[in-house]
């Protein structure tokens, strides 16, 4: 059954990435359809994960593959807070084919037939706040992505840009850093979780890096509010975050 659930949440992203694309190079006839393809891939996909969580024991995301799949979910949880909005579609350009990328990942690497824990709800908790963390980073890099490129439009006078309907460079930035401001609380207690849970004594690789994940991104958030305009830096340090991110998903704790 979550088999046949992975293909149909696969294509519904690749259909609003594909049509967001087409959005942004001035085809607007079919602009709906992206949204709707984010909602139905998300619905397919929240039924995959109740399919796994209803056959395991323990926790059912225990697993890189299992972590890869929730994080994906999440991520496009957290894209439609503000994707529903004509003004913030265009940030599924850089979420969608991440989150699609992540299913596949996913199923590649066994994330439909996942293995229990017995680790309980310490495993759980940690597991959650420290996805639900990364996700809130992707988002605000996804935000900082769209920043950039409206600014680089904005500044070549390129009047196109002004028919995307794109909210505005301030609302970006405004939004990018709320987004880092949650993930940042969501890892801050991830990693507090963690280092209850991890039974080694000490730090390892994975919390070594999110650690550092951490740093930048708080070094980010008090850049910016020093400097009283946070603005292209800001957003480059985002997207700059973001490469640790995708470091620390192959250093996790889960099994693989």
Known sequence: MAELLVW?????????????????????????????????????QTMLLVAQARSADGFPWGTRAGA????????VTGY???????????????????????????????????SSHGDG????????????????????????????FEERRLKRRDVAVLRLRLPSLEALDRLAARATLVGLSLLTAGIAVGLGWLDIGGVDAAMT????????????????????????RFARLLIAGLALVVVVLPLTHFAA
């Open 68 to 75: 890869l799949n929730l994080l994906s979910w999440l991520l």
């Open 121 to 148: 709800w310490a495993l759980a908790i940690h597991a959650a706040l420290m996805l639900a963390g990364l996700a809130s980073f992707t988002v605000a890099a996804a935000m900082a992505a769209l920043y950039v």
């Open 209 to 232: 890096v999110a650690v550092l994940i951490w740093v930048v991104y708080a070094l980010a958030l008090a850049v910016g509010w020093e400097a009283g305009v946070r603005g292209r």
């Open 80 to 114: 439609l807070v503000w994707g529903c909005s004509p003004r913030y579609r265009l940030v599924g350009l850089a979420v969608m084919p991440v989150a699609a990328a992540l299913v596949v990942l996913a199923w590649v690497g066994g994330g439909t037939a996942l």
């Open 8 to 44: 149909p949440t696969v294509i519904a992203y690749g259909e609003a990435a594909l049509v967001y694309a087409g959005e942004l190079r001035g085809h607007r006839r079919y602009s709906t359809l992206g949204i709707w393809g984010v909602r139905i891939g998300w619905l397919a």
